[in-house]
Protein backbone atom coordinates (compact mmCIF):
# COMPACT_ATOMS: atom_id res chain seq x y z
CA UNK A 1 0.00 0.00 0.00
CA UNK A 2 1.42 3.51 -1.03
CA UNK A 3 2.22 5.58 1.67
CA UNK A 4 -0.32 8.06 2.73
CA UNK A 5 0.79 11.92 2.09
CA UNK A 6 1.03 14.76 4.04
CA UNK A 7 -1.07 16.86 1.52
CA UNK A 8 -3.46 13.39 1.66
CA UNK A 9 -3.57 13.94 5.32
CA UNK A 10 -4.10 17.56 5.26
CA UNK A 11 -7.07 16.80 2.77
CA UNK A 12 -8.39 14.09 4.41
CA UNK A 13 -8.66 15.83 7.92
CA UNK A 14 -10.14 19.22 6.60
CA UNK A 15 -12.83 16.89 4.91
CA UNK A 16 -13.69 15.23 8.11
CA UNK A 17 -13.75 17.82 9.93
CA UNK A 18 -16.13 19.69 7.50
CA UNK A 19 -18.39 16.42 7.52
CA UNK A 20 -18.10 16.50 11.19
CA UNK A 21 -19.31 19.92 11.42
CA UNK A 22 -16.43 20.60 12.93
CA UNK A 23 -14.56 23.11 10.68
CA UNK A 24 -13.98 26.72 12.03
CA UNK A 25 -15.63 29.09 9.43
CA UNK A 26 -14.10 32.58 9.46
CA UNK A 27 -16.22 34.76 7.25
CA UNK A 28 -14.61 38.03 6.16
CA UNK A 29 -16.81 40.82 5.54
CA UNK A 30 -20.35 41.36 7.56
CA UNK A 31 -22.27 42.89 5.07
CA UNK A 32 -24.83 42.09 2.98
CA UNK A 33 -23.43 38.73 1.79
CA UNK A 34 -21.18 37.39 4.70
CA UNK A 35 -23.51 37.91 7.52
CA UNK A 36 -26.65 35.48 6.04
CA UNK A 37 -23.44 32.95 5.41
CA UNK A 38 -22.23 32.95 8.89
CA UNK A 39 -25.57 32.78 10.06
CA UNK A 40 -26.35 29.53 7.26
CA UNK A 41 -22.99 27.78 9.21
CA UNK A 42 -23.37 28.69 12.23
CA UNK A 43 -27.02 27.11 11.90
CA UNK A 44 -25.84 24.13 10.79
CA UNK A 45 -23.84 24.22 14.02
CA UNK A 46 -20.64 24.84 12.82
CA UNK A 47 -18.03 27.41 14.82
CA UNK A 48 -18.34 30.22 13.49
CA UNK A 49 -16.06 33.77 13.53
CA UNK A 50 -17.31 36.89 11.19
CA UNK A 51 -14.11 39.42 10.50
CA UNK A 52 -14.67 43.12 9.74
CA UNK A 53 -12.55 46.37 9.95
CA UNK A 54 -16.08 48.23 10.45
CA UNK A 55 -15.95 48.34 14.45
CA UNK A 56 -19.63 49.31 14.25
CA UNK A 57 -20.28 46.12 12.92
CA UNK A 58 -18.11 44.35 15.11
CA UNK A 59 -19.86 46.37 18.15
CA UNK A 60 -23.27 45.35 16.96
CA UNK A 61 -22.85 41.44 16.89
CA UNK A 62 -20.86 41.21 19.85
CA UNK A 63 -24.08 42.87 21.58
CA UNK A 64 -26.15 40.26 19.55
CA UNK A 65 -27.44 43.20 17.57
CA UNK A 66 -28.19 43.34 13.72
CA UNK A 67 -27.66 46.01 11.32
CA UNK A 68 -29.63 44.73 8.37
CA UNK A 69 -32.92 45.19 8.41
CA UNK A 70 -33.80 41.51 7.31
CA UNK A 71 -31.85 39.83 9.85
CA UNK A 72 -33.55 39.93 13.14
CA UNK A 73 -31.60 40.27 16.44
CA UNK A 74 -32.37 37.17 17.86
CA UNK A 75 -30.86 35.21 14.79
CA UNK A 76 -27.62 36.95 15.53
CA UNK A 77 -28.46 36.25 19.58
CA UNK A 78 -29.23 32.51 18.49
CA UNK A 79 -25.95 32.26 16.37
CA UNK A 80 -23.97 33.80 19.62
CA UNK A 81 -25.63 31.08 21.78
CA UNK A 82 -24.09 28.72 18.91
CA UNK A 83 -20.88 29.86 19.63
CA UNK A 84 -20.74 32.58 16.50
CA UNK A 85 -18.23 35.58 17.59
CA UNK A 86 -17.78 38.91 15.46
CA UNK A 87 -13.91 40.30 15.26
CA UNK A 88 -11.60 42.80 13.95
CA UNK A 89 -8.54 40.97 14.60
CA UNK A 90 -7.15 38.89 11.74
CA UNK A 91 -4.63 36.93 13.72
CA UNK A 92 -7.61 35.01 14.72
CA UNK A 93 -7.36 33.76 10.90
CA UNK A 94 -5.01 31.12 11.88
CA UNK A 95 -7.47 28.82 14.09
CA UNK A 96 -9.97 29.01 11.31
CA UNK A 97 -9.95 26.22 8.80
CA UNK A 98 -12.13 28.03 6.46
CA UNK A 99 -11.52 31.28 5.35
CA UNK A 100 -14.64 32.39 3.15
CA UNK A 101 -14.25 36.22 1.40
CA UNK A 102 -16.89 38.59 1.13
CA UNK A 103 -16.12 42.08 0.99
CA UNK A 104 -16.71 44.90 -1.70
CA UNK A 105 -15.84 44.99 -5.30
CA UNK A 106 -17.06 48.33 -6.39
CA UNK A 107 -15.73 50.29 -9.35
CA UNK A 108 -12.72 53.37 -8.77
CA UNK A 109 -14.13 56.92 -10.10
CA UNK A 110 -12.45 55.93 -13.41
CA UNK A 111 -15.50 52.95 -13.74
CA UNK A 112 -12.68 50.36 -13.30
CA UNK A 113 -12.51 47.83 -11.04
CA UNK A 114 -11.41 48.32 -7.81
CA UNK A 115 -10.20 45.12 -5.83
CA UNK A 116 -8.64 47.08 -2.85
CA UNK A 117 -11.26 45.69 -0.43
CA UNK A 118 -9.73 41.94 -1.68
CA UNK A 119 -6.21 42.41 -2.06
CA UNK A 120 -6.62 44.35 1.74
CA UNK A 121 -8.33 41.72 2.71
CA UNK A 122 -5.76 39.14 1.43
CA UNK A 123 -2.77 40.93 2.59
CA UNK A 124 -4.44 40.49 6.35
CA UNK A 125 -5.01 37.10 5.80
CA UNK A 126 -1.21 35.86 4.69
CA UNK A 127 0.57 36.02 7.29
CA UNK A 128 -1.64 34.08 9.48
CA UNK A 129 -2.15 31.23 6.78
CA UNK A 130 -1.38 27.70 7.90
CA UNK A 131 -1.11 24.49 6.19
CA UNK A 132 -4.51 22.48 4.94
CA UNK A 133 -6.63 25.64 5.12
CA UNK A 134 -9.16 26.51 2.49
CA UNK A 135 -9.35 30.04 1.26
CA UNK A 136 -12.65 30.80 -0.49
CA UNK A 137 -13.26 34.50 -2.73
CA UNK A 138 -16.90 35.11 -2.93
CA UNK A 139 -16.89 38.63 -3.94
CA UNK A 140 -17.48 39.17 -7.42
CA UNK A 141 -15.54 39.90 -10.06
CA UNK A 142 -13.09 39.65 -13.33
CA UNK A 143 -12.36 35.93 -14.11
CA UNK A 144 -8.65 35.25 -13.20
CA UNK A 145 -8.72 37.60 -9.67
CA UNK A 146 -8.40 34.79 -7.29
CA UNK A 147 -5.87 33.37 -9.55
CA UNK A 148 -4.07 36.27 -11.12
CA UNK A 149 -4.17 38.24 -7.17
CA UNK A 150 -5.24 36.16 -4.26
CA UNK A 151 -3.20 33.43 -4.56
CA UNK A 152 0.56 35.01 -5.47
CA UNK A 153 -0.17 37.00 -2.21
CA UNK A 154 -1.35 34.51 0.29
CA UNK A 155 1.81 32.28 -1.65
CA UNK A 156 4.10 35.55 -1.15
CA UNK A 157 2.91 36.58 2.16
CA UNK A 158 2.49 33.80 4.59
CA UNK A 159 4.94 33.25 6.76
CA UNK A 160 5.37 29.74 6.58
CA UNK A 161 6.29 28.84 2.89
CA UNK A 162 3.01 27.85 1.68
CA UNK A 163 1.79 27.17 -1.93
CA UNK A 164 -1.54 26.55 -2.76
CA UNK A 165 -2.49 23.48 -3.77
CA UNK A 166 -2.76 22.65 -7.53
CA UNK A 167 -3.21 19.93 -9.61
CA UNK A 168 -0.21 17.51 -9.54
CA UNK A 169 1.40 15.68 -6.62
CA UNK A 170 0.71 17.43 -3.13
CA UNK A 171 3.45 19.16 -1.62
CA UNK A 172 2.59 18.93 2.21
CA UNK A 173 3.22 22.40 2.63
CA UNK A 174 0.14 23.97 1.23
CA UNK A 175 -3.50 25.18 1.62
CA UNK A 176 -6.60 24.90 -0.61
CA UNK A 177 -8.05 27.71 -3.18
CA UNK A 178 -11.22 28.19 -4.81
CA UNK A 179 -14.00 30.81 -6.26
CA UNK A 180 -17.78 30.69 -5.09
CA UNK A 181 -20.20 33.39 -6.25
CA UNK A 182 -22.59 34.76 -4.50
CA UNK A 183 -26.35 34.06 -5.95
CA UNK A 184 -28.46 36.12 -3.41
CA UNK A 185 -31.47 38.07 -4.45
CA UNK A 186 -32.53 40.58 -1.97
CA UNK A 187 -35.96 40.64 -0.95
CA UNK A 188 -36.89 37.68 -2.97
CA UNK A 189 -38.92 35.30 -0.35
CA UNK A 190 -39.59 32.49 -3.47
CA UNK A 191 -36.60 30.99 -3.29
CA UNK A 192 -35.07 29.65 -0.27
CA UNK A 193 -31.28 30.47 0.48
CA UNK A 194 -30.84 26.66 0.75
CA UNK A 195 -32.41 25.76 -2.75
CA UNK A 196 -30.01 28.50 -4.75
CA UNK A 197 -27.75 25.86 -6.49
CA UNK A 198 -23.59 27.12 -5.19
CA UNK A 199 -21.16 27.16 -8.45
CA UNK A 200 -17.69 26.27 -6.87
CA UNK A 201 -14.51 26.82 -9.12
CA UNK A 202 -11.52 25.04 -7.11
CA UNK A 203 -7.65 25.60 -8.00
CA UNK A 204 -7.36 21.92 -7.99
CA UNK A 205 -10.07 19.27 -7.87
CA UNK A 206 -9.57 18.73 -4.14
CA UNK A 207 -10.09 22.23 -3.54
CA UNK A 208 -13.07 22.46 -5.16
CA UNK A 209 -14.04 18.49 -3.18
CA UNK A 210 -13.09 20.60 0.09
CA UNK A 211 -15.26 23.71 -1.24
CA UNK A 212 -18.01 21.69 -2.72
CA UNK A 213 -18.00 19.74 0.66
CA UNK A 214 -18.48 22.93 2.89
CA UNK A 215 -21.07 24.43 1.42
CA UNK A 216 -22.83 21.46 0.73
CA UNK A 217 -23.18 21.59 4.38
CA UNK A 218 -25.62 24.40 3.64
CA UNK A 219 -26.69 24.53 0.45
CA UNK A 220 -28.91 21.81 -1.50
CA UNK A 221 -27.01 21.55 -4.40
CA UNK A 222 -23.49 22.72 -5.19
CA UNK A 223 -21.95 23.09 -9.13
CA UNK A 224 -18.61 22.05 -9.76
CA UNK A 225 -16.48 24.20 -12.68
CA UNK A 226 -12.90 23.55 -13.76
CA UNK A 227 -11.41 26.51 -12.43
CA UNK A 228 -12.06 29.54 -10.35
CA UNK A 229 -11.87 31.70 -13.41
CA UNK A 230 -14.96 29.90 -14.88
CA UNK A 231 -16.84 30.24 -11.53
CA UNK A 232 -15.77 34.00 -11.95
CA UNK A 233 -16.87 34.04 -15.26
CA UNK A 234 -20.63 32.56 -14.45
CA UNK A 235 -21.75 34.90 -12.41
CA UNK A 236 -20.03 37.74 -14.90
CA UNK A 237 -22.66 35.93 -17.28
CA UNK A 238 -25.72 35.95 -15.05
CA UNK A 239 -25.44 39.70 -14.04
CA UNK A 240 -24.36 40.52 -17.95
CA UNK A 241 -27.56 38.73 -18.80
CA UNK A 242 -29.81 40.39 -16.59
CA UNK A 243 -27.75 43.78 -17.48
CA UNK A 244 -28.51 43.44 -21.05
CA UNK A 245 -31.96 42.40 -21.07
CA UNK A 246 -33.26 45.15 -18.77
CA UNK A 247 -31.29 47.82 -21.11
CA UNK A 248 -33.25 46.20 -24.09
CA UNK A 249 -36.56 46.21 -22.21
CA UNK A 250 -35.95 50.02 -20.92
CA UNK A 251 -35.14 51.11 -24.41
CA UNK A 252 -38.22 49.09 -25.85
CA UNK A 253 -40.10 51.17 -23.21
CA UNK A 254 -39.00 54.37 -24.95
CA UNK A 255 -40.33 53.43 -28.02
CA UNK A 256 -43.70 51.98 -26.65
CA UNK A 257 -44.14 55.75 -25.24
CA UNK A 258 -43.67 57.49 -28.22
CA UNK A 259 -45.47 54.74 -29.76
CA UNK A 260 -48.31 55.25 -27.07
CA UNK A 261 -48.57 51.60 -26.14
CA UNK A 262 -47.73 50.18 -22.58
CA UNK A 263 -44.92 47.63 -22.64
CA UNK A 264 -46.10 46.36 -19.28
CA UNK A 265 -49.15 45.16 -20.88
CA UNK A 266 -47.28 44.06 -24.23
CA UNK A 267 -44.62 41.89 -21.85
CA UNK A 268 -47.35 40.35 -19.78
CA UNK A 269 -48.20 38.77 -23.12
CA UNK A 270 -45.53 38.17 -24.31
CA UNK A 271 -44.95 35.83 -20.92
CA UNK A 272 -47.48 33.78 -22.08
CA UNK A 273 -45.13 32.45 -23.78
CA UNK A 274 -44.31 29.03 -22.32
CA UNK A 275 -40.36 28.82 -23.81
CA UNK A 276 -38.12 31.05 -25.15
CA UNK A 277 -38.80 34.22 -23.31
CA UNK A 278 -38.32 35.47 -19.62
CA UNK A 279 -39.54 38.62 -18.71
CA UNK A 280 -37.37 41.52 -17.71
CA UNK A 281 -39.07 45.13 -16.51
CA UNK A 282 -38.38 48.41 -17.18
CA UNK A 283 -37.52 51.17 -14.72
CA UNK A 284 -35.94 54.14 -13.90
CA UNK A 285 -32.82 52.93 -13.81
CA UNK A 286 -30.37 50.37 -12.34
CA UNK A 287 -29.21 49.81 -8.81
CA UNK A 288 -27.81 48.13 -6.25
CA UNK A 289 -23.91 46.51 -5.59
CA UNK A 290 -24.17 44.15 -8.56
CA UNK A 291 -25.77 44.64 -11.90
CA UNK A 292 -24.46 48.29 -12.18
CA UNK A 293 -20.95 47.67 -11.00
CA UNK A 294 -20.47 44.32 -12.13
CA UNK A 295 -20.28 43.61 -15.96
CA UNK A 296 -17.75 46.62 -15.86
CA UNK A 297 -15.17 44.28 -14.46
CA UNK A 298 -15.77 42.35 -17.49
CA UNK A 299 -15.41 44.92 -20.35
CA UNK A 300 -11.79 45.99 -18.24
CA UNK A 301 -10.67 42.77 -18.17
CA UNK A 302 -11.83 42.12 -22.02
CA UNK A 303 -9.17 45.22 -22.96
CA UNK A 304 -6.46 43.16 -22.00
CA UNK A 305 -7.40 40.92 -24.57
CA UNK A 306 -8.07 43.22 -27.19
CA UNK A 307 -11.40 42.84 -27.01
CA UNK A 308 -14.30 45.19 -26.86
CA UNK A 309 -17.27 43.90 -24.95
CA UNK A 310 -20.38 45.97 -26.63
CA UNK A 311 -23.48 44.82 -25.44
CA UNK A 312 -22.07 45.71 -22.00
CA UNK A 313 -21.61 49.12 -22.48
CA UNK A 314 -24.64 49.74 -25.26
CA UNK A 315 -26.53 48.16 -21.95
CA UNK A 316 -24.57 50.53 -19.83
CA UNK A 317 -25.35 53.57 -22.38
CA UNK A 318 -29.25 52.94 -21.49
CA UNK A 319 -29.15 51.81 -18.07
CA UNK A 320 -27.48 55.09 -17.42
CA UNK A 321 -29.42 57.37 -19.16
CA UNK A 322 -32.99 55.73 -17.11
CA UNK A 323 -32.91 58.69 -14.53
CA UNK A 324 -32.75 61.15 -17.52
CA UNK A 325 -35.69 60.31 -18.77
CA UNK A 326 -37.20 59.97 -15.51
CA UNK A 327 -36.11 63.86 -15.20
CA UNK A 328 -37.60 64.59 -18.63
CA UNK A 329 -40.83 62.58 -17.77
CA UNK A 330 -41.30 64.62 -14.56
CA UNK A 331 -40.73 68.01 -17.12
CA UNK A 332 -43.60 66.89 -19.19
CA UNK A 333 -45.75 65.80 -16.40
CA UNK A 334 -45.22 68.82 -14.91
CA UNK A 335 -45.39 70.73 -18.03
CA UNK A 336 -49.01 69.45 -18.72
CA UNK A 337 -50.02 71.34 -15.30
CA UNK A 338 -48.21 74.43 -16.75
CA UNK A 339 -45.34 74.41 -14.31
CA UNK A 340 -42.02 73.70 -14.39
CA UNK A 341 -39.34 71.73 -12.84
CA UNK A 342 -38.15 75.11 -11.36
CA UNK A 343 -39.69 75.94 -8.04
CA UNK A 344 -41.64 72.65 -8.07
CA UNK A 345 -42.09 70.56 -4.75
CA UNK A 346 -41.53 67.56 -5.64
CA UNK A 347 -41.99 64.17 -3.43
CA UNK A 348 -39.78 61.22 -4.47
CA UNK A 349 -41.22 57.92 -3.31
CA UNK A 350 -38.79 54.94 -2.56
CA UNK A 351 -35.08 55.66 -2.47
CA UNK A 352 -34.10 51.90 -1.96
CA UNK A 353 -32.64 50.59 -5.02
CA UNK A 354 -35.50 48.16 -5.24
CA UNK A 355 -38.40 47.13 -3.49
CA UNK A 356 -39.18 46.12 0.08
CA UNK A 357 -35.28 46.01 0.77
CA UNK A 358 -33.08 48.89 2.93
CA UNK A 359 -29.79 49.02 0.42
CA UNK A 360 -29.05 52.44 -1.40
CA UNK A 361 -26.40 51.32 -3.03
CA UNK A 362 -25.91 52.88 -6.90
CA UNK A 363 -29.80 53.64 -6.48
CA UNK A 364 -31.51 55.62 -9.29
CA UNK A 365 -33.57 57.55 -6.69
CA UNK A 366 -30.07 59.17 -5.38
CA UNK A 367 -29.57 59.63 -8.80
CA UNK A 368 -32.89 61.63 -9.47
CA UNK A 369 -33.29 63.46 -6.06
CA UNK A 370 -30.03 65.04 -7.39
CA UNK A 371 -30.87 66.04 -10.99
CA UNK A 372 -33.84 67.33 -9.76
CA UNK A 373 -32.31 69.28 -7.25
CA UNK A 374 -30.05 70.72 -9.84
CA UNK A 375 -33.06 71.91 -12.05
CA UNK A 376 -34.09 74.08 -9.03
CA UNK A 377 -37.18 71.34 -7.72
CA UNK A 378 -37.57 71.50 -3.89
CA UNK A 379 -37.26 67.88 -3.64
CA UNK A 380 -38.45 65.56 -0.15
CA UNK A 381 -38.33 62.03 0.14
CA UNK A 382 -40.31 59.16 1.54
CA UNK A 383 -38.45 55.73 1.91
CA UNK A 384 -40.00 53.32 5.46
CA UNK A 385 -36.62 51.59 5.22
CA UNK A 386 -34.51 55.15 5.33
CA UNK A 387 -35.16 58.15 8.16
CA UNK A 388 -32.40 59.46 6.93
CA UNK A 389 -30.04 60.16 3.87
CA UNK A 390 -26.72 61.07 4.53
CA UNK A 391 -23.30 61.08 2.60
CA UNK A 392 -22.46 57.74 0.53
CA UNK A 393 -19.15 56.79 -1.83
CA UNK A 394 -21.50 59.16 -4.91
CA UNK A 395 -23.74 61.36 -2.44
CA UNK A 396 -24.55 63.68 -0.43
CA UNK A 397 -28.18 64.43 0.13
CA UNK A 398 -28.74 64.86 4.55
CA UNK A 399 -32.34 64.43 3.86
CA UNK A 400 -34.97 63.44 6.35
CA UNK A 401 -38.05 61.58 5.28
CA UNK A 402 -41.24 63.33 5.15
CA UNK A 403 -44.07 61.94 6.59
CA UNK A 404 -46.94 60.05 3.76
CA UNK A 405 -49.07 62.79 4.50
CA UNK A 406 -50.28 65.93 2.91
CA UNK A 407 -49.20 64.50 -0.64
CA UNK A 408 -51.56 67.45 -2.22
CA UNK A 409 -49.09 69.80 -1.25
CA UNK A 410 -46.53 68.40 -3.86
CA UNK A 411 -47.08 69.32 -7.42
CA UNK A 412 -45.51 65.98 -8.25
CA UNK A 413 -45.15 62.39 -6.54
CA UNK A 414 -42.67 60.30 -8.06
CA UNK A 415 -42.77 56.69 -7.33
CA UNK A 416 -39.13 55.53 -7.77
CA UNK A 417 -39.45 52.08 -5.54
CA UNK A 418 -42.39 50.14 -5.93
CA UNK A 419 -42.26 49.19 -1.77
CA UNK A 420 -45.45 46.64 -1.04
CA UNK A 421 -46.08 48.46 2.25
CA UNK A 422 -47.46 51.64 0.02
CA UNK A 423 -51.31 52.39 -0.49
CA UNK A 424 -50.97 52.85 -4.60
CA UNK A 425 -54.71 54.14 -4.44
CA UNK A 426 -54.87 56.46 -1.71
CA UNK A 427 -51.33 58.35 -3.54
CA UNK A 428 -52.98 58.80 -6.59
CA UNK A 429 -56.37 60.09 -4.62
CA UNK A 430 -54.35 62.58 -2.54
CA UNK A 431 -51.80 63.71 -4.78
CA UNK A 432 -52.02 66.60 -7.24
CA UNK A 433 -49.64 64.90 -10.26
CA UNK A 434 -48.30 61.02 -9.81
CA UNK A 435 -45.03 60.08 -12.29
CA UNK A 436 -44.87 56.00 -12.03
CA UNK A 437 -41.69 55.04 -13.14
CA UNK A 438 -42.46 51.29 -11.75
CA UNK A 439 -45.98 50.42 -13.03
CA UNK A 440 -46.59 50.19 -9.76
CA UNK A 441 -50.18 51.95 -9.88
CA UNK A 442 -51.38 49.29 -12.67
CA UNK A 443 -54.90 48.94 -12.22
CA UNK A 444 -55.83 52.21 -11.17
CA UNK A 445 -57.48 54.71 -13.87
CA UNK A 446 -56.65 58.38 -12.89
CA UNK A 447 -55.81 61.57 -15.35
CA UNK A 448 -53.32 62.48 -12.71
CA UNK A 449 -51.03 59.48 -13.24
CA UNK A 450 -47.67 59.31 -15.82
CA UNK A 451 -46.30 55.95 -16.39
CA UNK A 452 -42.95 56.64 -17.68
N1 LIG B 1 -25.46 42.32 -1.75
C1 LIG B 1 -25.80 41.44 -2.67
O1 LIG B 1 -26.98 41.22 -2.90
C2 LIG B 1 -24.76 40.65 -3.45
C3 LIG B 1 -25.20 39.60 -4.26
C4 LIG B 1 -24.27 38.85 -4.96
C5 LIG B 1 -22.91 39.17 -4.88
N2 LIG B 1 -22.51 40.21 -4.09
C6 LIG B 1 -21.06 40.47 -4.01
O2 LIG B 1 -20.60 40.11 -2.72
C7 LIG B 1 -19.53 40.98 -2.31
C8 LIG B 1 -19.88 41.62 -0.97
O3 LIG B 1 -21.04 42.40 -1.13
P1 LIG B 1 -21.91 42.91 0.09
O4 LIG B 1 -23.20 43.36 -0.49
O5 LIG B 1 -21.95 41.90 1.19
O6 LIG B 1 -21.02 44.16 0.58
P2 LIG B 1 -21.17 44.97 1.97
O7 LIG B 1 -20.59 46.31 1.71
O8 LIG B 1 -22.56 44.86 2.48
O9 LIG B 1 -20.25 44.17 2.98
C9 LIG B 1 -18.88 44.07 2.85
C10 LIG B 1 -18.25 44.12 4.23
O10 LIG B 1 -16.84 43.90 4.06
C11 LIG B 1 -16.18 44.68 5.04
N3 LIG B 1 -14.79 44.84 4.66
C12 LIG B 1 -14.24 45.62 3.72
N4 LIG B 1 -12.91 45.45 3.68
C13 LIG B 1 -12.60 44.54 4.63
C14 LIG B 1 -11.40 43.96 5.07
N5 LIG B 1 -10.22 44.27 4.54
N6 LIG B 1 -11.46 43.07 6.09
C15 LIG B 1 -12.66 42.74 6.65
N7 LIG B 1 -13.82 43.26 6.27
C16 LIG B 1 -13.81 44.15 5.27
C17 LIG B 1 -17.00 45.97 5.06
O11 LIG B 1 -16.77 46.70 6.25
C18 LIG B 1 -18.41 45.43 4.95
O12 LIG B 1 -18.99 45.19 6.22
C19 LIG B 1 -19.35 41.98 -3.45
O13 LIG B 1 -18.35 41.53 -4.31
C20 LIG B 1 -20.70 41.93 -4.17
O14 LIG B 1 -20.57 42.28 -5.53
C21 LIG B 1 -23.41 40.95 -3.37
Redesign the pocket.
Known amino acids: MAPISVAETLFDLLKSKIQQRQARVGI????????PLALLYSEQKFPVTG????AR?IETLSKGGSY?FRIAAEEIQAAKNNGFSAT?D?SQISQMDAIII?????LDEYHEPDLS??T??T??IAPHLRAGQLVIL????YPGTTEEVVVPILEKENKAGLKAARNGPGIGKEFFVAFS??????GNTTVARRDIPKVVGGLNSRAAELACALYGSIFNRTVPVSSPAAAEMT?LLENIYRCVNIALVNELKMLCLRMGLDIWEVIDAASTKPFGFHPFYPGPGLG???IP??PFYLSWKAKEFDFRTRFIELAGEINTNMPYQVLASVSGALNQHKKSINGAKVLVLGVAYKKDID?L?ESPSLTIIELLQKDGAQVSYHDPYFPFIGKGRKYDLQMRCAELKDLGQYDCVVIVTDHSDYDYGMIVREAQLVVDTRNATRGIESSKIVRC
Open positions: IGMGYVGLFDIDKISYCVPTPFIGTHSESTTPEREDPKGHCVDDR
